[in-house]
């Protein structure tokens, strides 16, 4: 098992089946610098274009279609004290007629002070000049090479990750995607200092990062969407719209995960779902919305 670090020369703006950057084993580590979700790094150089531009891929060697990658992220940390959201509601989140009230769309700065765990807007309206966030840095995208020789978009998402802006997409997670391509291309990027469920102004605190990762194959292992697993629950992902079509997706993809694993048939599994599932809205401004559906492994002890 091998520890790199890697610092991108071109960042991409689609996950697809792009030429390798650094080829990785299985059991590997690696620390690979991002830049925010304007293409800004740790300097504050534009480096990339909007949106999302990815740092990678990396080939993952002996992983083929029919498997699944293992992803632990072991630790994101901010390479910059400054980062930047838009100020005002997406349309999309609010009742149409709110609109109206709403000023135009500014792109407004933040100061990040990672040592003191908090962030703050560098100019704030009046109301908010004794206010701040926590800092909890997170992944906003990545994932692996679609299949068919597709390369979709940074700023949205499907079955093999994306742009999904999940909150729990924090350090100590572990995230599996399933494999399409030989080598799996592993992209990674969009890292934010802060974010709400739902992403609802249209990005989290954006900002330039090194995230630490290990990736596993795991051989033979067939996975429809994305699942993950923290500290207290196991969760998967579906990414669609309309939100009914993605809670679906994630919903589907925990049953089949509760049958192929827990050794429980569909009545079984359903029993367990319907007490024990809680769900959040991972995105609504995307293309593609993202649900999360999660189980407590509480839930599920004495099941193995």
Known sequence: MAAHHFSPTVLHNSI??????????????????????HGFDHRGIRIGDRPNPMTGPFFVAGAEPGDALLVTIRDIRMTRNTGWTYDVLSPGVVDPPAVQRFPARRKTEWLIDAGAGHARLAEPPVQLARWSVAVEPMIGC??????????????????????????????????????????????LGDVHAQQADGEIVGTGIETAAEVTFSVRVLKGTRIGWPRGMNEHEI??????????????????????????????????????????????????????????????????????
């Open 16 to 37: 697809g089946s792009h030429a390798a950057v650094l080829t990785i084993a299985s059991g590997d580590t690696v620390t690979a610098e991002t830049a925010d979700a």
């Open 142 to 187: 990545f994932g692996v090479a679609p299949e068919l020789g597709q390369a979709i978009s940074t700023a949205t998402s499907g079955r093999y990750g994306g742009n999904m802006d999940y909150r729990g997409f924090k350090a100590g997670v572990e995230v599996m995607f399933p494999v399409s391509v030989p080598g799996a291309l592993f992209f």
């Open 235 to 304: 969760f998967t992902i579906g990414n669609a719209r309309p939100l009914d079509q993605a809670l679906q997706h994630a919903t589907t993809e925990m049953h089949d995960w509760l049958m192929a694993d827990y050794g429980l048939d569909a009545v079984a599994a359903s029993h367990v779902m319907g007490q024990a599932v809680r769900y959040d809205v991972a995105n609504v401004f995307n293309p593609a919305y993202s649900v999360v559906c999660r189980v407590a492994k509480d839930a599920l002890s004495g099941l193995r």
